[in-house]
């Protein structure tokens, strides 16, 4: 009888493996369902085999292998290999947890209808409507009738984005003969019309940008696209992509975060939606639409998958380029679970499909520039704005040392905001943390309310009238006095989005003014309203957190000014500085990006810092150079590969014990000589050190050789599983990029 060795999402890292009457190895790939103790469990054949180290006699016998999608193609199998063995993390987590959350069901469903999109489109009845007589109170009738008037269709997405109960009504509507569902079809308009849309003019670095790759399109390289804001990367994407769709191949682009991006999705359905189906993957889809999403692609129904870090997941047959876009971004590297980074496994799916990959940033991350420095990757740079007459903005510093102004802001910042409204131009004003005020402080003893789950102060949020934890989320409401001394006089200290607001407000009673922070776009769809407001010219000041930093285009914004970036110029953090200059470079990037003349105005307390020198003189490669000698001296990434150990537990003692345990097996492999230049830490408390009630510590390895390190994890990740216990909680963080 056949075996099966199969994949199961369990945090244990082997195959299981279970009997079944027929199976060949064209079924690897294939999802199974199998008895797992008195559970069932969905998994993933890995492969098919005659014999293995259990007696058959004492092996269960598969329940039912699921036919109805194709196998995951070998390539994306060996992809979940590679995580699972260089993050340290059982194979069948990574895959289980990877594919879409219907398909992970024991009964799965009925796909037919999955792949294909539904509209919805006024029959004739539905047309001689009379919406006079459907009362006005009806609010979601009316929007909808209207949405679908004119012989317009909409899908269910779009429904949705009219309310929540759309598609429900719409529903009825169909059982009543109003409305009639049709599968989407897709028309291509192939005629040289569409294809010869006016397209701008390259620039002439764009244009060495893009026949650089397209030279060498058929073979791996890395493309560092290194280019200021505003030179136009975007542009550069979808030439390529362009070029790839005429070869009749794939496109995945790994964006940040979605949500925050539509004018990027946008600006590719404009170019391509004639031409090619595009998908975009990621949170914000329902199960349904994700579904649909991924089978697209991995019937090669999609040639452009626009998605977040799990879409790099995603099979791809046909797979012929890779874009990572704002490479940089911390939002690549998932922070629980399998810490992968997107943008690594990137890379490593254009190697494994020979093909180009792309990875665009105004602010590279050190790792990416260092690569391009010694030749490993490809520099290209766009060190020039591309729309005619658009320049950097201007950038200096507002000397703070003399005094700190009670209110928070510089009469010289408040004069240049007063100049933006007297032009009718909008003003920016930038700080990174939300709120009214990060403490609440007692003056008498010194009392500050903290949070009982976390290692963390409570912010004050004065609309809502509470305190509240950015880490667990915990709310309480103000104490009447300080709960330490009685004291009643306890204030808010410092400021946050909320207090900045306030402030401009009293000062400018007659602007418009618009905050936009994770407070006031915590509903779906805000910040599509929030854009269309700013490109409407109905806001003339925002004061928003680094949400507004990424990517947007704002043509008529003309001042950005920067409040209290300076505590992260003397941050433990090693990355800090990295990460300070790559924000500071984006949110100044958002200003004179059209006809309007930009200018960044940052108050700071140390003006000779050689981070806000290299940023008023727009100099990149001289801070980051700087960043990497220092890094280099001592012994950091990326000179360093490293790895981190993380536990939590209820107790302080149960978490130091286990670090000190995996301590001493650390040091006892590497005494055994197998294992050459490995450098171990001892044990240390984590940043946060207790974090939702549980108390945080962390031990770190490192070493020169990316491959001795991996040499040592691999011998060290299987022993730490034989010192588990169940009141402690521990994964291996491999590239790490929070302490
Ligand atoms: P980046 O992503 O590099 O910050 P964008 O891709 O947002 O820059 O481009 C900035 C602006 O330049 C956009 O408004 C875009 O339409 C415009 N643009 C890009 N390429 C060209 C070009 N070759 N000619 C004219 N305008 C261009
Ligand atoms: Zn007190
Ligand atoms: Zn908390």
Redesign the pocket.
Known sequence: MPILRVALNVPIDTLFDYVITEASLSDIGLRVCVPFGARKLIGVIWGVCTETAIPVDKLKSAIAVFRDIQPLPADLMALFSFCSKYYHHPLGMVVINSLPAKIRRIKPPVLKSEIQNVVYLLTESGRQIDRSSIPARNTVMHKLLEALSGNTQLDSQQARKISVRAVKLLKQWTAKGWVEEKHDEIFFDTSDSARKMSL????PE?STAVSSVVMQFDQFNTWLLH?????????VYLRLIEKALSENKQTLILIPEINLTPQLEAVFRARFMKTAIIVSLHSGLNDTERLRGWLQAQQGIARVILGTRLAVFTPLPDLGLVIV?EEHDSSFKQQDGLRYSARDLAVFRAKQAQIPVVL?S?TPSLESYHKALTGRYHHLR?NH????N?SLPQINCIDMRSGKPRIGLTGQLIHAIKNCLSQRQQSLIFINRRGYAPVLLCRSCGWTATCRRCSSRLVVHLQDKKLSCHHCGHCEGFPYACPQCGDPDIKPFGRGTQRVEETLSELFPAARILRIDRDSISRKNAWQQILQTIHRREVDILIGTQLLAK?H?FPNLALVGILDSDISLFSTDFRAGERLFAQLMQVS?RAG??EVAGRVLIQTEYPDHPLYQALQQHNYDALAQNILAERKLAGFPPYVFQALLRAEAHSVNTVTDFLHAAHKLARSIVGSLKHKNIEIFDPVSATMTRLKGMERAHLLIQSGSRQNLQFFLTDWYRQLNTLSSSRIRWILDVDPIEF
């Open positions: 701008p003019k390259l620039t764009q280019g200021v804001t505003g030179s136009g990367k975007t542009e876009d665009g105004a766009l704005r591309a729309v005619k658009a990517g285009d990037g990006r059209a």
